[in-house]
């Protein structure tokens, strides 16, 4: 006994499990977590070491190198990438695809601590950030006001920061802009030269007065005690208090001990108004759009406190808002993309009754799906977002199916339960066989962790998966039961449109059937128009989509004061707000540094604008005032924040390839499809070169080294042992005081201690010079590497590589020294070779599906043949509406190889059921189109229409990734195609078939004989 006849025979029982199924699922749907990204760990980590005021040589030499050496010999390590700079290192690793990212990070911090020994005494901390979805903060927040907040720490940390991370839900806020309060002990060198005061000896004695340890236990009285020796200092008045010398010599003698706010090496600013960020991470597994439902229910709240008046706080950037906003687009699509199925179901079904039986697969499917996101501890987020989406339209196809062949039988068998089982029998196995072939595509990529585009399509596939099995389910079930409760459809006297239809339809079969050779002419014709599209097409895996925010990279020529810059990015400012209303400006935020700074224009929203963001950017470009420190030029911020074409300059001296890229630079420029052409170089910053001369240090018994940690503690600044205070612990420094540390002078006359009753100047031991020198050092794979970053115009990726090719090759470079093309390049290459090889693998796992249900090998082949045609479909389509062939269309070929075989499945099914009852091949096939052609017509429709609104529309994933319209155009465009071969030519193509077989055949029985 299959589903049907249990679902006819126990009618309610069916209709109890139909309806848990349904309450279930809605139970779940609510406590099923929304998420912007799944939990994705990706198999990579960032080291982060610190080392403030130093330059990129030292901590190359110093820190990095040492690092990357340690670390090279990790089993699974795929790449290495480093960027040393002046205020410390950045090393990136990438393993394997599959690695445990945890240990493989426990495996770095090992290997660091190795070789701890080597690298400076005065570096205190190194960060191993592993990478994940959760580690990307879901809402970015922006903070500003006319009051002064440099000062404001305590304030926000208090009234802010500490009140948003006591909310379930998030996981921890990061405030930045704003320093935290820091003991600082700033020396003066006149009394340190009076005192005759060794700046590493005091450096030491600082560090080890003050303390906290235990020191074991003493018994009392049956009692037992801990013993801690105290010497733990917590107050200003304790530092400058304490003895440091000779002659009761304490540290106020020599320094003043400030409790005061560090100055930043960095500003923001926000709408012309210093800025300070705020960035909230939520907990894993937490729902995204409730969680930041709270947030701003919390800052209202913040808001509305008497402290904090003034103060404004804007929302940069808040996830729950995006899928928000796609969770709305897509309903909307959905909606009316069901709207449509249920318009042409009736077209062609002319029966209210059926077709709302038909289209009650849809919100069952879907709700089950939900129920089971939950059940599995997978959440609703924009992947999943996306297969929901995209199953919509096949859900009711097997219900079609079904549900069309039950009405035909019912026309010859009176019995309305005998008909059902019959009209189900019929079709049962082609609509498991579609559904397994639509299912079986995304195979490859559930059981595979070789990539990232496998672990994202994962999270695609499992929600298409749930919701066709659930449509089968249902159609093999409570469908056929409910359908045979209904009265059947009389034969019709009128003839409608399709019944016209199917009589022409099964003419031109047998005249095709009849005319072999123009059958034979007219599929060789569909293949070789394949040429036409295939090379008009553009293609680019990646395309980078304009957006409402423009980056403004001021492009500084050196390293300038923090106030020098601000000057000029007031300038900036002023300009864009002069013009805020012609600019259609909405807010403008702008980050620098001494020698980096980048203005980020918010433009207003889609639905406002009246200008093209083309334009606005040419607009301002044109009137842009210049400033002396910089070169001010525009980069479009993508969609998917896909990087810029880059290409790397590969050697040992970071002072050749400097030279290497202006060549480069040149030629590239020289190229009218190149614009924007800029080295990471960044070469020319000046430094102070201090070069000891060892003959006069000898002299007075130091060494280099000596000298060098002297200076650095003095100019620098180094980090003491912190401090508890009331509100956390307290940072503590020692350094010269700012106003003796500003000029060369001040650092020629720094008092170096040379014995108990002598001091001499840094001047005379040491010769200066200023010379130019990197501002960043970039390592790839432990070899120097430089960045030469290219914007494209009006050329795609697949012109620029070869552009870059010729130009590249033709450059002599010296021995050792190379170029490579950047990741770019490299992700687009990679995920083109692993979708084909997906579409590959789908493609035989469909053909050993369909030869084990059909227990042939010939006749599939007929069937997947449609998948070629759908391909081609898929390139006309994008030839006549101009669309770029990207990532997201390669997807929807994967998706369209398991639809268009459906198709195929139901129709030569019929057919060899036919030939099995005793009908001649001719009239099998012509009756068996004839019979087929209303579900086929009616389950492509319904699929094309229901994707028709996400093919017109520029739903984005997230509300701002990637837009579907691409893939929905490549299942719209490959299924009509392959829908129309597949009534006109695929019995053409089954006939050649069987001819093969019986030639074959023949063939056989006389070599037997």
């Known amino acids: ?249 304490r540290v106020h003698d020599i320094a003043t001990v400030n409790y005061e706010t560090p100055e930043v090496n960095y500003g923001r600013h926000l709408d012309r108004k210093y800025a300070i960020g705020l960035d909230v991470f939520k907990e894993s597994g937490a729902n995204t759009v409730a969680v930041g439902d709270r947030v701003m229910e919390e800052i209202a709240v913040i808001n509305r406190l008497p402290e904090m008046r003034g103060i404004n706080i804007y929302e940069m950037h808040n996830q729950a808002t995006g899928i928000i906003s796609s969770l709305t687009e897509l309903l909307n699509a959905g909606l009316l993309g069901g709207l449509f199925s249920i318009m042409i179901l009736f077209f062609f079904l002319r029966q209210i009754s059926t077709t709302l039986i038909v289209a009650l697969a849809v919100p069952f499917s879907l709700i089950v799906t939900l129920g089971f996101l939950y059940f599995l501890d997978l959440s609703l987020n924009i992947l999943s977002m996306m297969g929901l989406m995209l199953a919509i339209g096949m859900l009711v196809d097997n219900a079609v199916v079904v549900t069309e062949s039950i009405h035909r039988t019912q026309l010859d068998n009176k019995d309305p339960k005998d008909a059902t089982i019959k009209g189900v029998k019929k079709v049962a196995m082609a609509v498991t066989a579609g559904t397994l072939t639509t299912i079986i595509v995304f195979l490859p990529n559930i059981i595979s962790e070789l990539s990232m585009i496998a672990v994202q399509l994962y999270h695609v596939a499992i929600s298409i998966i749930i919701a066709l099995v659930a449509s089968l389910f249902i159609s093999l079930t409570v469908i056929p039961m409910l359908t ?339 990741r770019s390049f490299n992700n687009d290459q990679e995920a083109m070779d692993e979708m084909i090889i997906n579409m590959l693998l789908a493609m035989f796992l469909i053909y050993l599906v369909m030869a084990s249900l059909f227990e042939s090998i010939l006749f599939p082949s007929s069937i997947i043949s449609s998948i070629f045609f759908a391909i081609i479909g898929v390139f006309w389509f994008f030839f006549i509406t101009g669309t770029t062939f990207s990532f997201m269309a390669m997807i929807g070929i994967l998706i369209l190889m398991g639809i268009v075989v459906n198709n195929g499945i139901v129709l030569i099914d019929h057919i060899t059921q036919l030939r099995n009852e005793g009908y001649s091949r001719f009239d099998a096939v012509t009756k068996g189109g004839r019979d087929r052609m209303r579900p086929i017509l009616m389950t492509a429709g319904t699929t094309v229409l229901g994707l028709i609104p996400l093919c017109i529309g520029t739903t984005q994933i997230g509300g701002d990734g990637p837009p579907y319209f691409p893939m929905a155009r490549a299942i719209v465009g490959g299924l009509t195609f392959s829908t129309v071969i597949t009534l006109v030519i695929l019995p053409s193509i089954y006939i050649i078939l069987d001819d093969i077989k019986l030639w074959a055949g023949r063939v056989w029985q006389k070599a037997d004989a």
């Open 1 to 249: 006994m299959n589903f049907t006849e249990l679902s006819l025979k126990r009618p309610v029982t069916s209709i109890m499990i139909f309806i848990s199924f349904v309450v279930i699922g809605i139970i779940s749907s609510r406590m099923v977590p929304l998420e912007y990204f799944p939990d994705i760990s990706f198999p990579g980590a960032y080291i982060s070491i610190p080392y403030p005021n130093s330059t990129p040589e030292e901590v190359e030499r110093n820190i990095t190198r040492p690092v990357e050496e340690a670390i090279s010999t990790i089993s699974g390590l795929e790449e290495i990438s480093s960027t040393s700079s002046e205020d410390q290192a950045g090393i990136f690793v990438r393993f394997k695809m599959g690695s445990d990212i945890g240990l493989k990070a426990m495996e770095v911090k090992e290997k660091i601590d190795g070789v701890r020994n080597q690298l400076p005494d005065d570096m205190e901390r190194v960060f191993i950030n592993k990478f994940s979805a959760q580690d990307n903060p879901m809402m970015n927040l922006r903070i500003s006001s006319e009051r002064d907040l440099s000062n404001a720490y305590d304030l926000l940390d208090r009234n802010l920061k500490q009140r948003i991370e006591r909310i379930n839900g998030v996981a921890k806020v990061d405030l930045y802009g704003v320093e935290k309060k820091q003991i600082r002990i700033e020396l003066i060198p006149e009394r340190i030269e009076a005192h005759n005061v060794n700046l590493n000896e005091l450096a030491g004695k600082l560090q080890q007065s003050n303390f906290s340890m235990t020191a074991g236990k003493v018994d009392e009285s049956g009692k037992r005690y801990l013993v801690r020796p105290i010497g733990e200092i917590t107050t200003v008045e304790g530092f400058e208090n304490l003895v440091i010398g000779p002659n009761n010599l």
């Open 484 to 822: 045979s409760k209904i009265k059947p459809p009389k034969k019709k006297e009128k003839k409608y449109f399709v019944d016209k239809l199917e009589v022409k339809y099964e003419k031109m079969l047998g005249w095709l059937m009849k005319h072999r050779y123009s059958s034979s002419a007219l599929i060789m014709l569909t293949i070789f128009s394949a040429a036409i599209p295939l090379g008009m097409v553009n293609v680019d895996m990646f395309p980078r989509e304009s957006s409402r925010e423009l980056y403004l990279h001021y492009n500084l020529n050196d390293t300038y004061t923090l106030d020098t810059v601000e000057e000029s990015v007031f300038v900036i400012e002023d300009y864009l707000y002069e013009n805020k209303e012609n600019f259609e400006i909405e807010s403008v935020y702008t980050y620098y540094q001494g020698e980096y700074a980048q203005s980020t224009i918010l433009l207003t929203e889609e639905d406002d604008a009246k200008k093209d963001v083309t334009l606005i950017k040419e607009e301002i470009e044109e009137g842009l005032p210049p400033i002396s420190i910089g070169a001010p030029s525009f980069e479009y911020a993508s969609r998917n924040n896909s990087e810029q074409v880059q290409v790397y300059l590969i050697g040992e001296s970071s002072e050749e390839l400097i030279a290497l890229s202006e060549e480069v630079i040149r030629r590239l420029e020289s190229n009218p499809g190149f614009a924007d052409v800029r080295s990471e170089a960044e070469a020319g910053t000046e430094e102070v070169q201090l070069v000891v001369d060892r003959q006069r240090a000898q002299n007075f018994g130091l060494n280099s080294q000596q000298i060098a940690g002297m200076v650095s503690n003095s100019m620098r600044g180094m980090n003491l042992r912190r401090v508890r205070g009331n509100s956390g612990e307290i940072d503590v420094v020692l350094a010269m005081q700012d106003s003796d540390r500003q000029t060369i002078t001040d650092l020629k006359n720094l008092p170096i201690n040379i014995s108990e009753d002598q001091t001499v100047k840094l001047a005379s031991l040491a010769d200066f010079q200023i010379s130019s020198g990197p501002r960043s050092i970039q390592r790839q794979d432990r070899q120097t590497s430089l960045g030469i970053n290219i914007n494209l115009d009006d050329i795609n990726m697949d012109e620029a590589r070869q552009e870059i090719a010729r130009v590249m090759d033709q450059i002599n470079y010296p021995a050792g020294y190379g170029w490579s093309y950047g």
